[in-house]
Antibody, heavy 120, light 105 residues
Framework: EVQLLESGGGLEQPGGSLRLSCAAT????????VTWVRQAPGKGPECIAT????????LYADSVKGRFTISRDVSKRTVFLQINALRAEDTAVYYC?????????????WGQGVLVTVSS | IVMTQSPATLSVSPGERATLSCRAS??????LAWYQQKPGQAPRLLIY???TRATGIPTRFSGSGSGTDFALTISSLQSEDFAVYYC?????????FGQGTKVEI
């Protein structure tokens, strides 16, 4: 059974950093893309970072480029999102989601999400 | 590519039919997915390829369209169908979502 479990969220001050983790079970990270998706209160989801099955390809939304870094540890079945230089507008629920095979950005399984709040 | 959904809110009675619309700013062929989201939950994949139901999705959900104009139809609304629905272009990055349609009683 595919499962994704996020952790690492919380309250952080503007300018601070957080590292989110996504523990993946039921599939092999080296065979599937994983995408971080965030959803601000009352807004639609936004794909912000993705890492391909090969691990060699990473893509970022313009809104986070240069501040967020996606990485993974296949042996630990975990995908990470390093978030630096936090801004108030980064406040959102952050989900990790699995891509459906060769359809990298078709998200067939999602975690339950973790809340990141940026406030002084 | 920008995804635009309408209406923002749809008020429907149980048992009635609901039709939700999604428009892409440029052609996305059939690279269109629909997701359902209930309060406090992650989105759930309903439809992909514009018209293919995901595993376990009831047949009352159907999708149509191609290019720039798409629709999600729920043939007879059940109580568990009241939720927010999002469309997504998964054909290219950043795989944009629409702003959602809330289906309410």
């Amino acid at each position: 059974e595919v499962q994704l479990l996020e952790s690492g969220g919380g309250l952080e001050q503007p300018g601070g950093s957080l590292r989110l983790s996504c523990a993946a079970t039921g599939f092999t990270l080296s065979n599937f893309a994983v995408t971080w998706v965030r959803q601000a209160p009352g807004k639609g989801p936004e794909c912000i970072a993705t890492i391909g099955g090969s691990g060699g390809v990473t893509l970022y939304a313009d809104s986070v480029k240069g501040r967020f870094t996606i990485s993974r540890d296949v042996s630990k079945r975990t995908v990470f999102l390093q978030i630096n230089a936090l801004r108030a507008e980064d406040t959102a629920v952050y989900y990790c989601a699995k891509g459906q095979g060769s359809l990298y950005f078709l998200l067939d399984f999602w975690g339950q999400g973790v809340l990141v709040t940026v406030s002084s | 590519i920008v995804m635009t959904q309408s209406p923002a809110t749809l008020s429907v009675s149980p048992g009635e039919r609901a039709t939700l619309s999604c428009r892409a700013s440029h052609s996305i062929y059939d690279n269109l997915a629909w997701y359902q989201q209930k309060p406090g939950q992650a989105p759930r994949l309903l439809i992909y390829g514009a018209s293919t139901r995901a595993t376990g999705i009831p047949t009352r959900f159907s999708g149509s369209g191609s290019g720039t104009d798409f629709a999600l139809t729920i043939s007879s609304l059940q109580s568990e169908d009241f939720a927010v629905y999002y469309c997504q272009n998964y054909g290219d990055w950043p795989a944009a979502f629409g702003q959602g349609t809330k289906v309410e009683i």
